[in-house]
């Protein structure tokens, strides 16, 4: 083992082993060399007279650059748009980014947790949690409803297994008493688990309720103190899409500092918050158990971190980065999210009166939903797959199917005023097929 890894274990032994205990092979292998990056950014201080350390080219005192790309970004200076970031990310950015997360959650206030670590967007950040905290056999516990990529990122790449809970309970609420019994049983077999939740859910459009949600927590809190070491890691992607009566902050605030076997681990990003689905912005933040300022865990768990960006893309994209900056700094950032967000609901709220009319019920059913992108219909009488070639080829119409009964549909790329058209083609097709 590299000394540098062996003294951020030594760091996490000490301050609290059970973060220890919940890496992986892989994580607790892992560091921040003191390499070129290193002895760049020393130089960057203290290299007055000339500096040769990165890789990068130079004309005059700024970056190089081609003026038929800086013609198309003229507004920016090119210092925040050509030089490699560095590998935690632009500090403005995540001073920035830290803010707004108080901001928005208030449960998080008091709180001690890292400084966001910028990555490329969500998928990247769950990458980096399956090599830190996943080995071949961990239980992984999920909803049935659930973004298919997590199957490639925690089962494909690190053997994980999947114990899966049903979503909803008969009378159409979140199924915390399921959710509760895998965990049960995973912590017995195990005594480590990790918690994925994704909340507002992919596929399904469902955020818990307030009750739901302190229901889900004092769950994993019973667990750890049973002596389990669990990591839960709130993939946020859709944050702030709340359009009903649910929850509207991360789950996040509510573990942190939970216990001393809770490692909390938030995902997040601009890419669907900010709808800057290209920028592949994201971010990846650290609450440990304990519920005083434990700066030698986080510090570990940030250089691990980092480590694991250098190996695999050195950094994130700087320009994306910089426009995120700009975009959080304006004084019309907050009104302009805001007439998003009500173009959103008014789609949301749409789907669901045509929904409820009563004309459809014949060949669906459909699952709860108060937020996110999504909804799920449940097919009565044809297969789903069959019905979203049909919807394709006759119709010309585009949706997602899941199993044999579910087909979902993205009510945040229809316009409201085609939303009642749409489904009525969806019906039209079942009527095809049966």
């Known amino acids: 083992m590299n000394p540098l890894a062996k003294e951020l274990n030594d760091q996490l032994s000490q301050h609290n082993p059970h973060v220890l205990e919940s890496l992986s092979e892989l994580g607790k292998n892992l560091f921040f060399p003191k390499g070129i990056l290193t002895q760049s950014a020393e130089a960057k201080e203290k290299a007055h007279r000339f500096n040769a350390t990165i890789g990068i080219a130079t004309e005059g005192s700024g970056p190089m650059y081609l003026q038929c790309i800086q013609d198309k970004l003229s507004k920016f200076d090119p210092k925040d748009i050509y030089p490699y970031a560095p590998p935690a990310g632009k500090p403005e950015l995540r001073s920035l980014w ?19 670590i910028v990555t490329s967007a969500l998928t990247h950040g769950l990458s980096i949690v399956a090599d830190l905290f996943i080995d071949k056999g961990d239980h992984l516990i999920l909803p049935d409803m659930l973004w298919g990529n997590y199957n490639l990122t925690f089962v494909t790449r690190c053997g994980a297994i999947v114990k899966k809970h049903p979503t909803f309970t008969v009378a159409g609420g979140y199924n915390v008493n399921g959710f509760r019994a895998e965990l049960k049983n995973s912590a017995e077999e195990k005594g480590k688990v990790v918690v994925l939740l994704n909340f507002p859910n992919n596929p399904s459009g469902y955020t818990p309720t307030v009750a739901e949600g302190d229901e889900i927590v004092a769950a994993i809190k019973e667990i750890a103190e049973g002596g389990c070491d669990v990591v839960v890691i709130t993939d946020d992607a859709y944050f702030g899409l709340f359009y009903e009566d649910s929850l509207q902050e991360s789950l996040f605030g509510k573990l942190a500092n939970l216990h001393p076997r809770i490692l909390a681990v938030k995902l997040d990003g ?18 440990d158990g304990n519920d005083y300022e434990n700066e030698p865990v986080i510090t570990a768990l940030e250089k691990k971190t980092m480590g694991i960006i250098r190996a695999t893309i050195s950094n994130c994209p700087h320009p994306s980065q910089t426009f995120v900056i700009e975009a959080l700094k304006s004084p019309d950032f907050i009104k302009q999210k805001n007439e998003k967000f009500e173009i959103m609901k008014g789609r949301a709220l749409k789907t669901k009166q045509v929904l409820d009319s009563g004309k459809y019920n014949s060949c669906w059913d459909y699952y709860p939903f108060n937020s996110g992108y999504f909804m799920c219909l449940k097919l009565k009488q044809v297969d789903a797959e069959k019905l979203r070639l049909h919807l394709l080829d006759k119709y010309g119409v585009g949706t997602i199917s899941i199993g044999s009964t579910d087909l979902r549909i993205a009510f945040s790329c229809i316009a409201e005023e085609d939303i009642q058209e749409l489904f009525d083609i969806i019906y039209q097709a079942v009527q095809d097929l049966s």
């Open 270 to 287: 601009a890419t669907k918050e900010e709808f800057v689905w290209g920028f592949r912005t994201g971010f990846i933040t650290f609450a």
């Open 98 to 116: 830290r803010e707004k997360m108080l901001r928005e959650n208030p449960c998080m206030q008091g709180k001690h947790f890292s400084n966001p």
